[in-house]
Nanobody, 124 residues
Framework: QVQLVESGGGLVQPGGSLRLSCAAS????????IGWFRQAPGQEREGVSC????????NYEDSVQGRFTISRDNAKNTAYLQMNNLKPEDTAVYYC?????????????????WGQGTQVTVSS
């Protein structure tokens, strides 16, 4: 059974940090590109960051560039999203997704598996 389980969300003050984790099972994790997406209330889901398997290259949405860092530990079948200097506009449900492709994209259709999401709230 394929599963992606996000954790690490919560309430944090502006300027604070959180590290999200995405634990995978039921598929060959190291053969999948990983993406992190988010969806704020009333807004469409958007790509935040992704990491390829071909060369480990990473991509970031402009608003999180320099603040967020994506990584993966294939030995633990887990991906991470380190989020620093969080802002109120980062408030959203964050999802991880896995794509059986070499490279990563910020397109929903590209991904085969999705987690249930974890809430991140940035507020004072």
């Amino acid at each position: 059974q394929v599963q992606l389980v996000e954790s690490g969300g919560g309430l944090v003050q502006p300027g604070g940090s959180l590290r999200l984790s995405c634990a995978a099972s039921g598929f060959t994790f190291h053969n999948y590109a990983i993406g992190w997406f988010r969806q704020a209330p009333g807004q469409e889901r958007e790509g935040v960051s992704c990491i390829s398997i071909s060369d480990g290259s990473t991509n970031y949405e402009d608003s999180v560039q320099g603040r967020f860092t994506i990584s993966r530990d294939n030995a633990k079948n887990t991906a991470y999203l380190q989020m620093n200097n969080l802002k109120p506009e980062d408030t959203a449900v964050y999802y991880c997704a896995a794509a059986g492709r070499l490279h990563c994209l910020f397109e929903d259709y590209y991904y085969d598996y999705w987690g249930q999401g974890t809430q991140v709230t940035v507020s004072s």
